[in-house]
């Protein structure tokens, strides 16, 4: 027995709708090509061109490992291209090419559409309240870290 009933513990709650959100995301990326983790850093690059692949990794909320091996596969697809700092000749600038925004305008495309859905659900106050309340989930939980 435990001491508190897993219907009880928000954190299974917001584990199973992670799950479906990224589970629905996968699916839905499918036609593109991309995984989540890779259309996650394409989208941060679309916005960031030139981003180091420490920072991208801090944005995706991924390790810098994980992040090399996703921009090696992005690389080796022709979807981004890295080259050396002007100044800082050991970080890599990373930046979409032309097949890279292509890709990431059909995979935001579709994320928009499951994004769009799940905010209907909701009406303007529900879902204010339901980012603040998740925000104040992650600055306690950083916080216990």
């Not at 027995?1 to 479906?20: D, F, L, N, V």
């Amino acid at each position: 027995m435990t001491s508190m009933p897993p219907g009880e513990r928000i954190g299974s709650h917001i584990k199973r709708a992670e799950q479906s959100l990224l589970a629905t995301k996968h699916a839905v990326l499918k036609p593109a090509g991309v995984t989540v983790p890779q259309y996650s850093a394409l989208l941060w690059l679309a916005e960031n061109p030139g981003i180091s692949a420490a920072a991208l990794a801090r944005l995706c909320g991924v390790t810098p490992p994980t992040m090399n091996t996703v921009l090696k596969n992005l690389q080796e697809r022709g979807l981004i291209e890295r080259s050396p700092h002007e100044w800082h000749r050991n970080v890599l600038e990373t930046r979409l090419t032309d097949e890279g925004r292509a890709v990431v305008a059909v995979a935001d495309a579709a994320a928009v559409r499951v994004e769009r859905k799940l905010a209907a659900e909701f009406s303007a106050a529900e879902r204010e309240q339901l980012i603040a309340l998740l925000g104040r989930c992650a600055a306690l939980l950083d916080q216990e870290r």
